[in-house]
């Protein structure tokens, strides 16, 4: 099995900083693309931010300029660093990653995060 670890959430004044942190353990050959989701009350959930294993890596408009996301592969951690945060940013924020197993390719997804931004 694979199992996913997130940190770094919490509660936080406009125009701050958090760090999420996102790891992955267990039967795993490779990591594809990683990338971070999250889903405020009443809405749907929404891609943040996801970076290909050769580094490529996409934006929400909404966040570009102020996130940054990386990955470690040494340690299997997807790393989201939010900065300039917004009251809006509000959300349950969940890592998403592709797994290649033995078994075939496999998405998982982390147990989510609660990042409140205050005004």
């Known amino acids: 099995q694979v199992q996913l670890v997130e940190s770094g959430g919490g509660l936080v004044q406009a125009g701050g900083s958090l760090r999420l942190s996102c790891a992955a353990s267990g039967s795993i050959i490779s990591l594809n693309t990683m990338g971070w989701y999250r889903q405020a009350p009443e809405k749907q959930r929404e891609l943040v931010a996801d970076?290909?294993?050769?580094?490529?890596?996409n934006y929400a408009d909404s966040v570009k300029g102020r996130f940054t996301i990386s990955r470690d592969n040494a340690k299997n951690t997807v790393y989201l660093q939010m900065n300039s945060l917004k009251p809006e940013d509000t959300a349950v924020y969940y890592c998403?990653?592709?797994?290649?197993?033995?078994?075939?390719?496999?998405?998982?997804w982390g147990q989510g995060t609660q990042v409140t931004v205050s005004s």
């Open positions: 998403k990653i592709s797994v290649t197993r033995w078994s075939g390719r496999f998405a998982y």
């Open positions: 970076i290909t294993s050769g580094g490529r890596v």
